[in-house]
């Protein structure tokens, strides 16, 4: 008993060995720190896809956060690590990608749908309007007051 409590406590104290690494970086202001991080938060990890730099856990976006950090710190703007970003990654890095004939497909394409939506809609409720309701046949009213007979 004794040699398995031993055991637990070793695997204890090796559980903080294994935890995700932190970024420690000084920044010269509160203010480089703030916009750093939400430059990070603005870029896609080039592994993971759906996640920003910041959220990310894998080891290229701990790479690309430190350079962000590093880039902010030397005094670069936003549209330089922007830029930098996307010369070596392409738009995908960006959640939000620039509007250019590349991507207009994906910017236009809700608002085509919407359009295409509404559209058929309002062919809907204008044919309904214009048809009036389909008349019954003789046997059909004959068989509608013989049901309406039987209920009474």
């Not at 090796?14 to 420690?24: G, H, K, N, Y």
């Not at 701990?62 to 030397?74: A, F, G, S, T």
């Not at 359009?115 to 046949?137: C, D, E, N």
């Amino acid at each position: 008993m004794h040699l398995f409590c031993r055991l637990i406590l070793l695997m204890f104290m090796t559980l903080p060995l294994r935890a995700e690494m932190v970024d420690t970086w000084q920044f010269k202001t509160p203010e480089d720190q703030q916009r750093a991080i939400t430059l990070a938060k603005q870029l896609r990890c080039p592994q993971c896809q759906n996640q920003n730099l910041v959220e990310s856990t894998s080891p290229i976006a701990h790479d690309l956060r430190l350079e962000v950090y590093r880039m902010v710190d030397q005094g670069k703007s936003d549209e330089q690590i922007v830029s930098f970003m996307t010369q070596r990654f392409g738009d995908f890095v960006l959640y939000k990608p620039r509007f250019n004939s590349q991507t207009a497909l994906l910017w236009c394409s809700p608002l085509v749908l919407l359009l295409f939506g509404l559209l058929v809609i309002w062919h809907y409720v204008k044919k309904r309007r214009q048809s009036p309701p389909p008349a019954l046949t003789e046997e059909q009213k004959r068989q509608l007051d013989k049901w309406l007979e039987n209920k009474s």
